[in-house]
């Protein structure tokens, strides 16, 4: 295991790992069809977006009605493997821990046709208001079951 799958200390549980699938395009890669480094930052993006809408959270919503975003605020990530066009990948949350005003993601892409573990990154995503773009703290009700 890794030093960023090890450092991954979760205060609250994702309910297991969250998974989201996703398919390697030609729009993903270079012209010898490997996947560019910046297409991992849009798959890992999906896969928080994903993973926020499968606990009932949707970011428009959440804007219109309580002025919520979220947006990236560091990203530690390493390239592991090559993933290559038409690749199947798994995108994951392993874990996550929130702050007052922040939430800090364990996440992978896999290949789960050989194994491989592609890309490991931790990313922490501030709470800001919608209408000032200033730090606020993340609304209790987003995670109460």
């Known amino acids: 295991m890794s030093r960023l799958s090890r450092s991954a200390e979760s205060s609250l549980s994702t309910g297991g790992i ?3 699938p996703i398919r390697v395009y030609w729009e993903d890669t270079d012209a010898g069809g490997v996947v560019y480094h910046s297409s991992y930052l849009r798959f890992i993006e999906r896969a928080r977006t994903e993973w926020l809408r499968h606990r009932g959270i949707e970011q428009q919503k959440l804007r219109a009605e309580h002025d919520v975003l979220f947006v990236v605020s560091e990203i530690d990530i390493r390239f592991l493997s090559p993933a290559r066009l038409d690749d199947e990948l798994s995108a994951t949350i392993d874990a996550f821990t929130r702050r007052s005003a922040s939430m800090t993601f364990s996440q992978c892409i896999l ?3 050989d194994g491989a ?5 931790r990313v922490r995503a501030a709470c800001i208001d919608g209408s000032g773009f200033k730090p606020r703290r993340i609304p209790d009700f987003l995670f109460h079951s």
């Open 18 to 20: 969250f998974s989201w």
């Open 117 to 121: 573990r592609i890309v490991e990154a």
């Open 111 to 113: 290949r789960p046709t």
